[in-house]
C-alpha cells in the first residue's frame, strides 16, 4: 500500500553525547579519583569477611565499589553538573512536559567502579520516584561491562517472534545494547529499564550515575 504512513507513538528515547574533555579537566578527575578510592577502601572489610565466610580466595569477585551520592555537590564538579542538569531540563521540554512551576533537582549521583576480579553488574531496574537518569563513563573498553536497555511495555512479550537481523535496532527488539567509550555521555527517562552486563574484569569499567527529579517549586519550599 503506497499510501500507508507511520505515526509514531509513545517513543522510547535514550540520548547519547561524546564528551571526552572531562577526562581532560584535572578537577573532574581528581573528583573522580578521590571518591573512587574512598569507596575502595571502604570496602575492603566487606571482601576480607565474604574470604573468611567462604573460606576461599573470592577477592572483590561480582562485587561493585559505589561512592557516596552527592557528587553534585563538590565545587570541582559544578561545571558538569550544570551540563546535566540543562540537557534534563531541554530533554523534559523537547518532550513536551511543562516545568513552568517544578524545578530540577539531583536526588543522587555517584561514581561506580566495578570490581577488578571481574564479575560486576547490574541486574535490571528503573530508578523510581525520579525523571530523568543517565551516565558518563570514565573509564571502559570494548571489553568491558555495556549498558542495556529493555523495552519497557510489558504487553509487548506476547509478540514471541523472531527477529530477522539482531544487528539491526528495530521495532521488534525487546532489549538493546549501547557500545560506549570514555567520554561517552547517555540520558534516558528514569521509568526505562535497564542493567549492566557480566564485567569480566580484563579492562577497568568505571562510570559516574545520576538521577534527577523535577519538583514542585511549592514542595521544595517546605
Given at each position: ?6 505515526i ?5 528515547l ?7 574533555e572531562?577526562?581532560n579537566?584535572?578537577?573532574f ?7 573512587t ?16 565466610k ?15 551520592s552527592k557528587?553534585y555537590e ?9 551540563l546535566?542538569r ?5 530533554i523534559l521540554?523537547?518532550?513536551?512536559f511543562?516545568?513552568s ?6 536526588t543522587?549521583?555517584?561514581?561506580q567502579?566495578?570490581?577488578y576480579d571481574?564479575?560486576?553488574h547490574q541486574?535490571t ?9 543517565g551516565?558518563y563513563f570514565?573509564?571502559c ?8 536497555f529493555?523495552d ?9 517472534l523472531?527477529?530477522k537481523?539482531?544487528?539491526?535496532l528495530?521495532p521488534?527488539?525487546e532489549?538493546?545494547i549501547?557500545?560506549v567509550k ?9 521509568w526505562?529499564p ?6 569480566d574484569?580484563?579492562?577497568p569499567?568505571r562510570?559516574?550515575?545520576f538521577?534527577?527529579q523535577?519538583r514542585?517549586?511549592s514542595?521544595?519550599?517546605k
Amino acid at each position: 500500500m503506497s499510501d500507508l504512513k507511520t505515526i509514531s507513538l509513545f517513543d522510547t528515547l535514550i540520548y547519547q553525547a561524546e564528551i571526552p574533555e572531562y577526562l581532560n579537566d584535572k578537577d573532574f578527575m581528581s573528583v573522580c579519583n578521590e571518591h573512587t578510592n574512598k569507596a575502595i577502601k571502604n570496602t575492603q572489610q566487606k571482601i576480607e569477611e565474604r574470604q573468611k565466610k567462604y573460606n576461599a580466595a573470592i577477592k572483590d569477585h561480582g562485587m561493585s565499589y559505589h561512592s557516596g551520592s552527592k557528587l553534585y555537590e563538590d565545587d570541582r564538579f559544578h561545571n558538569f553538573e550544570l551540563l546535566v542538569r540543562n540537557t534534563a531540563y531541554n530533554i523534559l521540554t523537547n518532550q513536551g512536559f511543562d516545568l513552568s512551576n517544578h524545578t530540577l533537582d539531583y536526588t543522587e549521583m555517584w561514581i561506580q567502579k566495578f570490581a577488578y576480579d571481574g564479575g560486576g553488574h547490574q541486574d535490571t531496574h528503573v530508578h523510581w520516584d525520579n525523571h530523568i537518569s543517565g551516565f558518563y563513563f570514565v573509564d571502559c573498553s570494548e571489553r568491558t561491562s555495556k549498558p542495556i536497555f529493555h523495552d519497557p511495555r510489558p504487553a509487548r512479550m506476547m509478540l514471541n517472534l523472531p527477529i530477522k537481523d539482531h544487528s539491526k535496532l528495530c521495532p521488534a527488539m525487546e532489549r538493546q545494547i549501547i557500545k560506549v567509550k570514555p567520554g561517552t555521555f547517555l540520558m534516558f527517562n528514569s521509568w526505562l529499564p535497564h542493567q549492566f552486563s557480566v564485567d569480566d574484569g580484563i579492562d577497568p569499567f568505571r562510570f559516574i550515575h545520576f538521577n534527577i527529579q523535577a519538583r514542585l517549586n511549592s514542595e521544595r519550599r517546605k
